[in-house]
């Protein structure tokens, strides 16, 4: 097999990169792409090579008409960037789904709607586009393909607060969707006229499928995972639900995938087999089947593919053509990306392809190698070989092919598990070894239950028990092998580039390109001038210190990244909330599996209330507080108990002078104040390039003690919170600082302090650059020996360099 869809979507695939990179006009585009198609027509002799540009201009102007905005009815020019309370109508393009909120377990529905009309202060008028509509409630009696009217506040969805977290405006993005809804209740929805009141048949089967599902059973965690793992019901994984999984590196059993499509139509196959029915005929009623199915679970992505690819597979086989596994890869990959170019960068995607072509290319290299080991003399008549012996060589083969496709599925996900996930777990192939069987047989057995159905309630209660057996025991397999010391360790994002560095050496020698000696010589001298660029790009990243300031729920948190990770500090870590559901995550984002040192700054607790849920998650090796006494209960709770624990590799420590490149200028061991954000730490960081300064949430009587106890606060960046009481940064205090540019950290939450216009006036008199983080999102400053550069979460840059001019 030559393998022709290959080439085809490879072209088409470097056009879609190629228009992420650049937009020209779109009308020239298409002249373009036109111009090319008609010289493939008209030049016979460089037609092959037109068909292949033809085939990037292809990819090029097919993302660019999904991404442009054409109509003048598009979302994207009625709303722009604003947020604004307005009405819209249109029909459900997906059945509500329920979400459980993880901080407080409280039920929230998220509905895809098609919108056609929109109304704010003005009257009605035509809209196009898509939209996330939230509702703070389960939504009852709304369904697929009702008309309906909603009213709230729309905007685009909020980008991610930093460096390392889920980006759910990309993640909709990449679906067409760039605005999201927030109804105030499920009184905002109002059904229009005329009104449908059968739902439609997928949507009736889906719910039909849950009730069949837990006859026998009583509705629990299992059940929710089955009915995640058979129907795609995503309100299973609330909190910390799917980590084992993602961690064991086996969540994927619980996407609407090729195993559970491979197992449905090999089901109806065999069936179809047994009544002695054709090829033909059995390909013209599976695949119609899987089709239905897939459309039942709410078209993931992810069950798109799936069918796609058997629906070739099938079709092949069906009409007994041959059939290579690469090429039908290719095939399916073109087809979906004909329909829906923005699939290619959806994490599923990349990772059902990537796994599937490391598998179609590594594993007959695999499996020929564990053969060639696991065999008898081949001058050795068979009739010789004891029976048992047979029989052990086909169980160990059977054993070794399957050891082979997990390690080849495992080493297609490794980059792209460590880009989207953060995670690398070496123990993924051994838990996949385990956990897919078992996944497989708790597939098996719902699909026998919903076979089964109401006809035969006792086979399906029958069905239903092995099949929360097998799920239970799938997810203590999981749990448990993450509990072995370095089964899995959270990683940076790589990037791009380092993933396609990956995928080469990977594929590269598989594809059979190295046979010549010159082709050798060339990979050998790219491959130690990739190895020379990487080692000077970690030194260079080992002179560095990132300093990352994060808004967290009224509190803050200062992630300090310098050099080697055994430097590295966390200046506060926010409230329980703000730990376990953002600081959490951005951490893990930055590959951080224990905490060095851990500073608390004040005893508020939206500064320190999470210091627990650090200890317990990551671990803390060094904790560093303030050399003055509080009152706060939560505070000395924290204080006393790790200094219960404290032992040779936990220790506690109190500032007092300077540590490390940390200079204490307040608070002396003889400071009392009734207010705790009065004797909070100020701490100035002495870092190569740069000074900077921060003073927590220190309120003005902290700020008159600080100026009188030095005249040596000079810092190039000032970090502030903002105290219970009164402001921060007082007048004297910038004088006696001298910034180049000011950080107030502030949040948009509910219940806590924002800034006030009057202190934007005085900070803005200043003359000084000043960022409000409710605002920017993040802060990330950068520090070398040449200076230091700031970026925000919302775009916002700026250098040493353009400061000091």
Not at 4 to 30: D, N, Q
Not at 288 to 302: L, Q
Not at 359 to 387: H, R, V
Request: hydrophobic share 50%; glycine share 6%; proline share 5%.
């Amino acid at each position: 097999m030559k393998r022709p869809f290959t080439t085809v979507v490879s072209f088409y695939i470097a056009g879609l990169l190629i228009a992420e990179s650049f937009h020209p006009p779109l009308v020239a585009l298409l002249i373009a792409s036109f111009s090319v198609l008609i010289l493939a027509f008209a030049l016979k002799k460089f037609r092959p090579f037109l068909v292949l540009v033809l085939l990037a201009f292809a990819g090029w102007a097919n993302l660019a008409l999904h991404e442009a905005v054409v109509s003048p009815n598009d979302l994207r020019r009625l709303v722009g960037g604003q947020t604004e309370l307005v009405s819209i109508r249109g029909t459900v393009a997906r059945m509500p789904q329920v979400k459980i909120a993880a901080r407080n377990n409280a039920e929230h529905s998220l509905t895809q709607v098609r919108v056609t009309e929109i109304s704010g202060t003005d009257n009605w008028q035509p809209a196009f586009g898509e939209i996330i509509v939230s509702t703070p409630s389960p939504l009852a009696n709304f369904f697929t393909g009702q008309s309906v009217e909603i009213s709230g506040l729309i905007a685009p969805p909020a980008p991610p607060l930093a460096e390392g977290l889920f980006d759910y405006r990309d993640y909709l993005a990449t679906r067409g969707i760039f605005y999201e809804l927030r109804a105030a209740s499920t009184n905002s929805w109002q059904l229009r006229q005329p009104v449908q009141s059968t739902p439609p048949l997928t949507d009736r089967f889906l719910n039909w499928s849950k009730r069949t599902l837990s006859l026998g059973l009583t509705e629990d965690e299992t059940l929710h995972l089955l009915w995640a793992m058979t129907l795609g019901w995503r309100t299973a994984f609330t909190g910390d639900i799917g980590d084992p999984f993602l961690r064991a590196g086996t969540m994927h059993l619980f996407a609407i995938d090729g195993l559970r499509i491979a197992l449905l139509s090999g089901m109806i196959v065999t069936l179809l087999r047994v009544l002695r029915l054709s090829r033909a005929w059995c390909g013209a009623i599976a695949i119609p089947a899987i089709w239905f199915y897939t459309a039942a679970t709410g078209w993931e992505s992810s069950a798109v593919r799936a069918s796609v690819m058997m629906t070739i597979v099938l079709g092949g086989w069906a009409l007994k053509r041959p059939w290579d596994l690469v090429n039908s890869l290719a095939a399916a990959a073109f087809l979906i990306l004909l329909c829906e170019p923005r699939q290619l960068f959806e994490a599923s995607f990349q990772l059902s392809f990537f796994v599937m072509l490391t598998i179609g290319l590594l594993l007959p290299e695999l499996n020929q190698i564990t053969d060639s080991f696991l065999q008898f003399d081949p001058l050795l008549p068979e009739q010789l070989i004891p029976a048992w012996k047979r029989v052990l060589m086909q169980a160990a083969r059977a054993l070794a092919r399957y050891s082979s496709l997990s390690l080849a599925a495992w080493l297609g996900s490794i980059p792209l598990s460590a880009l989207y996930f953060h995670l690398f777990s070496p123990i993924s192939p051994l838990a996949n070894l385990i956990a897919v069987p078992l996944g497989t047989f708790a597939i098996m057995a719902n699909l026998g239950a919903l076979i089964c159905g109401a006809w035969l309630p006792f086979l399906t209660a029958l069905f239903n028990n092995a099949a929360w057996f097998f799920m239970s025991a799938m997810t203590w397999v999981s749990d448990e092998f993450t509990r072995i010391p370095g089964s899995y360790w959270y990683v940076r994002s790589p990037s791009w580039i380092s993933i396609g560095i990956f995928y080469a050496i990977l594929f590269v020698p598989l594809s059979g390109w190295l046979k010549t000696r010159a082709r050798q010589l060339l990979a050998v001298v790219v491959a130690v001038l990739i190895a020379v660029i990487y080692l000077w790009r970690w030194e260079s990243l080992r002179a560095e210190t990132a300093i990352t300031v994060l808004p967290l729920d009224g509190g803050q948190s200062v992630f300090v990244e310098a050099g080697a990770q055994k430097n590295d500090w966390l200046i506060d870590c926010g409230n329980v909330d703000a730990m376990n559901f953002t600081l959490k995550d951005f951490l893990r984002g930055q590959g951080v599996g224990k905490i060095p040192r851990l500073a608390l700054t004040d005893a508020e607790s939206r500064n320190c209330g999470g210091a627990f849920s650090v200890a317990q998650i990551f671990g803390i090796r060094e904790l560093w507080t303030s050399p003055a006494r509080f009152r706060s209960k939560v505070y000395n709770g924290i204080v006393s108990n790790f200094e219960e624990s404290a032992t040779s590799q936990h220790k506690i420590f109190a500032f007092d002078g300077q540590y490390d490149c940390w200079q204490v200028f307040w608070p002396s061991p003889a400071s009392g104040f009734s207010r705790a954000d009065d004797g909070a730490l100020v701490l100035l960081g002495h870092f190569p390039g740069a000074k900077i300064l921060f003073l927590s949430d220190l309120g003005r009587l902290g700020q008159n003690g600080l100026l009188a106890t030095t005249n040596s606060l000079r810092a190039d960046i000032v970090v502030a919170g903002l105290p219970n009481e009164g402001e921060p940064l007082s007048d004297p205090l910038i004088a006696a600082i001298r910034p180049k540019l000011i950080v107030i950290v502030d949040s948009d939450s509910a219940f806590a302090r924002h800034v006030t216009p009057r202190l934007k006036d005085r900070l803005a008199d200043q003359n000084v650059p000043v960022i409000y983080t409710r605002t920017s999102g993040a802060a990330k400053i950068i520090v070398d020996k040449t200076g230091w550069k700031l970026q925000t979460g919302d775009g916002q840059q700026f250098t040493s360099a353009a400061l000091s001019n």
